[in-house]
């Protein structure tokens, strides 16, 4: 028996099985491995908060770091109120816990579409995040007898994603900061990652007064203790560094306020 | 790929490392090298030679894909139908390529991060797609495999070859899988700490890869007089 390969049955036939195939191996491959890359991803994730407080850890001790500096995880909703918190062990697969809140996730499904809506509104967005379901997440950290609070920020560079971890004290000093991109261009945005950027950031203040913050100016342009030099070439990575710590920080402010005020 | 090569392989039976099969791996390392003579894949070539450790992790993925395309097509070449064969190939090259990402970040999460998109980019690396369609349609699984291997090594030692010139000059160090970057130059060389020396910044753009490749092509065409064209 002949089969014609050029007919329409066939044709369909073959591609069928060849979907139902490469699928179920893809999902398999997937599944199986979805455990280390987890794993994997909240390493990854302690590295990058203790690398705010001027930790340097490696995914072997990672965690080990991770729970001496890290003494809380809190939660807080769009107005600032606390909504959870936790000191156990870390479990990357505890829905509750605070260390689970994908803020990246969050961020393209929700915060980006509120700030376009708002259109450099900050009074507009600041409205939109507080009425949301949103969570964000806070890491209380104690470093030689210091609080430091270590604040996720994500926003977009000019290509793609952008974010980091800024680490606060508790007068509002900035104690250090990371960032990191997924597609920034090399040698110009993609700059935001390395040390001599977030070296400026050390020591500087972030300006409860207001308007803004927080500011990173444009190449060249003189800089005050609220506000570091951008990079030069990667102005649209550097205005969504600047946009990411406005809109982020300004929802932890006010948490921190509240804590000020309860401690008085 | 000459047409009386491939015929001969066909239907002659072979032994494992006889003159065709020998052949298949040693003509794409220099006299039909996919990125030097074919001028396939140089994309890749541009990207992904700013250091050596991710030229080689980039030449071990490309090795995969390749080997896993070209015998897989070849072992179904009798039952791809011929309308939507560039279909099956794209699709069984993208999964392959997922395999590898996924891999890549479940064991080597971190330099799974430094080649990022790359990986993805293998999809699109032309040599594979040829190879596919030239010689794994046309040829039993035996042969595609050595020919997989012989085009997966002439585009990783080009890449190689790149990748440790724009290191050296550009960086002055070389990185290996699992070394970290290793900086050979005594620090006081540099104009910053009073030496003379000052690593050259072009060869880390990419302009430079491409014309690393130029002056690697011109070289072989002065050796081997048969590649230049006629005009």
Redesign the interface.
């Known amino acids: 028996m002949a089969i014609n390969?050029?007919s329409t049955a066939?044709?369909f036939a073959?591609?069928i099985v060849?979907?139902i195939v490469?699928g179920t191996?893809?999902a398999y491959?997937?599944l199986s491995?979805k455990g280390?890359?987890d794993a994997?991803a909240a390493?990854?994730k302690m590295m990058d908060i203790l690398g705010a407080i001027g930790e340097l850890a490696d995914?072997g001790n990672a965690s080990v770091l991770f729970t001496e500096y890290v003494v809380e995880r809190i939660s807080i909703d769009g107005s600032g109120r606390q909504i959870a918190s936790a000191n156990s062990v870390v479990d990357p697969k505890d829905k509750e816990d605070p260390f689970s809140i994908e803020v990246k996730k969050d961020y393209r499904a929700k915060i980006k579409s509120a700030v376009k809506k708002a259109d450099g509104d900050a009074q507009a967005l600041e409205e939109a995040l507080a009425s949301s379901t949103l969570e964000f997440p806070l890491y209380r950290c104690l470093k030689n007898d210091t609080t430091i609070y270590v604040v996720p920020v994500v926003g977009s560079g000019l290509w793609g994603p952008i974010w980091g971890y800024i680490a606060l004290e508790e007068d509002m000093t900035v104690y250090g900061a990371t960032f990191d991109h997924?597609?920034e261009t090399?040698?110009l945005g993609a700059e935001i990652r390395e040390g001599f950027f977030t070296e400026k950031f050390k020591g500087k203040k972030l300006n409860t007064a207001g308007p803004l913050l927080f500011s990173i100016l444009k190449g060249g342009a003189l800089t005050d203790e609220y506000s570091v030099d951008g990079i030069t070439g990667g102005t649209i990575t550097s205005k969504g560094v600047d946009e990411m710590m406005n809109r982020t920080l300004a929802v932890y402010l006010r948490y921190f306020e509240s804590q000020i005020r309860s401690q008085k | 790929m000459s047409s009386e090569n491939t015929s001969a392989v066909m239907t002659k039976k072979t032994s494992l490392f006889s003159k065709q099969n020998r052949r298949l791996l040693s003509d794409p390392l220099d006299d039909s090298n996919p990125i030097t003579v074919q001028v396939l894949g140089i994309c890749s070539a541009l990207a992904i030679t700013?250091q050596v450790q991710q030229a080689v992790i980039m030449s071990l993925a490309v090795l995969f894909v390749m080997i896993g395309g070209n015998v897989i097509i070849s072992l179904l070449r009798n039952?791809?139908?011929?309308?939507?064969r560039i279909?099956?190939q794209l699709?069984?090259v993208a999964?392959l390529v997922?395999?590898v990402d996924?891999?890549l970040?479940?064991?080597q999460?971190?330099i799974s991060e430094k080649l990022?998109?790359f990986v993805g980019l293998i999809i699109t690396n032309c040599i594979i797609m040829g190879r596919l369609e030239a010689f794994a349609l046309a040829n039993k699984p035996g042969p595609s495999f050595f020919d997989a291997i012989g085009n997966a090594m002439g585009y990783a030692w080009i890449l190689l070859a790149v990748s440790v010139v724009r290191e050296v000059f550009g960086s002055g160090a070389i990185s290996l899988p699992g070394m970290g970057q290793v900086k050979f130059l005594p620090t006081n060389w540099f104009i910053s700490e009073g030496g003379l020396y000052e690593n050259n910044n072009l060869m880390?753009?990419p302009p430079m890869a491409l014309i690393t490749v130029g002056i690697i092509i011109w070289v072989q065409r002065s050796r081997n007089q048969t590649l230049i064209e006629e005009n």
Do not use: C, E, H, W
């Open positions: 390969k050029n066939y044709t073959f591609s060849m979907v490469v191996s893809l491959t997937s491995l280390r890359q994997n390493d990854k995914r997924k597609t090399p040698g | 700013v039952m791809i139908p011929d309308r939507i279909i099956v699709v069984i999964s997922i395999i996924q891999v970040k479940a064991f999460p971190d990022s998109v880390i753009l």
